[in-house]
Each structure stands twice: as C-alpha cells, then as structure tokens.
C-alpha cells in the first residue's frame, strides 16, 4: 500500500497569530514544519506554547532583509510550501517606522521569491497580503479585481509585495499566491492590536480591575473574521492546480464602535462608563470602512467564513477573561 510522502512546509513568521493557527493546522495534517524567526534562540515563541505545539516545529532563524539567510533557511529546510506571514505588520507603527516597515515586508518578499528561483525548486508560495492594500472603499465590498489605493506605509508595502508576488508567478511561472486578508482575530492578538486590546481591558474591568479603555475613532468599519478559519484558506491556497489570488473576509463590516459594545456588554458592561477619547491614537491617515466579497474563494476553494463578529469576541472573552480571575480578591 502505498502512503502519500509527508510535506514540509515552511512558515516565516511563525511566532506570530497566523503563524502558530497555521502551524497546528498543517500538524495536524501529517505536515513536518519549520517555523522562522529572526533570532530562533531567543524568541519565545509563546503563541506556539500556547497552543501545545512548540516541541512539534522545527524553529529556524532567518532574516528576510539578508538574502543568504534566506537561500541558507531554504536550502535547508528543503520545503515543498512557503508561507510567508513575516514582516512588521502593524499599520499603526507602520507611521513611525516606514523604512523598517517597507524592506521587511518589501525587500522581504522580494528576497524570498528570488531564492527559490534560483533554487530552482517547485516550492509553492503563499504570501500574506492584506485587505489594507484596498484603501478607502466606502464600506462597498471589494474582491480580486477591485483597484488598490493603499492609504499607510504598511499597505503601501504590502501592495508592492502583492505585485511582486503576481508579477514572479507570470514572470518565471512561480506557483504564488497573494491571500488578501481582512481582519482576523483570535485570543493569540497581541494586545497592542486594537481588538486585543478592547477584550483584554474589559475582562479587567469585569474581574475588578480599576482600568480605562482609551481609543480613537471608534466608527471606522472593518470586516472581522476568526483567524483559525483564515490560516484554512491560506493551506486550500496551495492545494490547488493553478495558482491564483483570493480575498478571505466574512463579507460582513461593523463599526469599532459595535465591536467594543459586544465585547462590554457581553461581561454585563456599558461600554459609555469606561470609555475614553484619545487623538493620540488617530492615523495621519485612516480607511473609514472595508468589507471583502470572497465568492471567489467559496466558489473555487469551497472556503467561507463560518464565524461572525459576535462569534469571535465571545470566543476571544472566554479564552481571556480566567487571566483576570485574582483580580479584586
């Protein structure tokens, strides 16, 4: 009888939200999997502790700005997929650091691309792309065709990262893959991400804690999903026979606003009596609403959103709220 060879996949940018999902996704297919950080020796890699996975991935360091590094991770990790989440992915700081923002995410994936080619390997690639490359839309749900007009230096980094993606597949007949993600969430968000931020504060609110939520605008609109479903959607990617772009959204936009209502009322809160305004956190400049239309994904991939908004903060409160259990005794 004969068995399927057992794939390896190499995921850059393991230690973060998408990475450790990803990670115990293809493990649980009989994947081996070789994870990337710029220092593998002193990262914690907590997300992949956190999830039971840590002994079960190869951990390796690589620097995505150093093009040797890259060829050497590669040559020896000898993988048959590439998923390609590294990169300061923040759009926030992306203000504050634009040089450091553009060749991680830039320079990055151009690195990336150009090792394989001259490794000469059939390596498939995904690459993270980003629902922010889309820019200010009006809240009209965008797909694969759908211009983009990226509005940070993040997004403007990532669509360059996007058409290199693009441009290599035709180019030298690359299987690459652009996924244009909408927001996903998980209790694996750092905290210095908006939602993470909005559940963390609210369960210490909940368990006693004397604690403000300060925000900025609270009425842009975003589309939120649950990450552990997209990381599927960037695996179905790679499993196809021609490789193609697909955006993965919910299809559904909410208001910041909506999000912090649920989440406080849900732990029996108004959200108005902890509430603060704070400019501070307002962007230089900032999409108001964003919503993507992944038919094309439901369609060909036979992918779709099964969690809502509602589903994902209540699932993000229950996995957060036992930290804030000695609060107040």
């Not at 973060?16 to 990337?36: F, I, P």
């Not at 923040?90 to 990055?108: C, D, I, K, M, R």
């Not at 996007?162 to 998980?186: K, Q, V």
């Not at 501070?280 to 991939?301: H, M, Q, V, W």
Request: proline letters at 4%; glycine letters at 8%; hydrophobic letters at 40%.
């Amino acid at each position: 009888m004969n068995q399927t060879a057992q794939k390896t996949a190499l995921i850059c940018g393991i230690s973060g939200q998408d990475g450790g999902y990803l990670a115990q996704l293809l493990l649980e297919k009989n994947y081996r999997v070789v994870g990337t950080s710029r220092d593998a020796q002193t990262t914690d890699f907590r997300n992949l502790r956190s999830l039971g996975i840590f002994d079960q991935v190869e951990k390796a360091s690589m620097a995505l700005t150093d093009f040797r590094s890259v060829l050497n991770t590669i040559s020896h990790a000898k993988p048959d997929e590439i998923y390609h989440l590294a990169g300061q992915s923040s759009v926030g700081l992306s203000f504050e650091q634009p040089v450091e923002t553009l060749e991680s995410v830039a320079l990055g994936t151009l690195n990336l691309l150009e090792a394989v080619r001259a490794l000469g390997l059939p390596i498939r690639i995904y690459h993270a792309s980003t629902s922010e490359c889309f820019g200010e839309t009006g809240g009209k749900p965008v797909n694969e065709e759908t211009a983009f007009q990226p509005k940070s230096p993040y997004a403007t980094a990532k669509a360059a990262a996007h058409w290199m993606i693009s441009n290599y597949r035709e180019a030298y007949g690359m299987f690459a893959c652009n996924g244009i993600l909408f927001n996903h969430e998980s209790p694996l968000r750092p905290k210095r991400f908006v939602t993470g931020k909005i559940i963390s504060t609210a369960c210490q609110i909940s368990a006693g804690a004397d604690a403000r939520l300060k925000l900025g605008d609270i009425d842009i609109r975003r589309d939120w999903g649950w990450a552990p479903e997209y990381v599927e959607a960037m695996w179905l990617m790679l499993q196809q026979e021609t490789p193609q772009d697909f955006v993965i959204a919910t299809g559904k936009s909410h208001s910041l606003r909506e999000f912090c209502e649920f989440a406080f009322a849900t732990l029996g809160l108004e959200l108005t009596d902890y509430l603060d305004s704070d400019p501070s956190f307002k962007r230089p400049t900032e999409i108001r609403a964003n919503c993507g239309d992944a038919s094309k994904a439901e369609r060909l991939l036979g992918w779709r959103a099964k969690s809502t908004m509602r589903d994902v903060i209540s699932m993000m409160i229950k996995h957060e709220l036992p930290a804030y259990s000695d609060i107040g005794s």
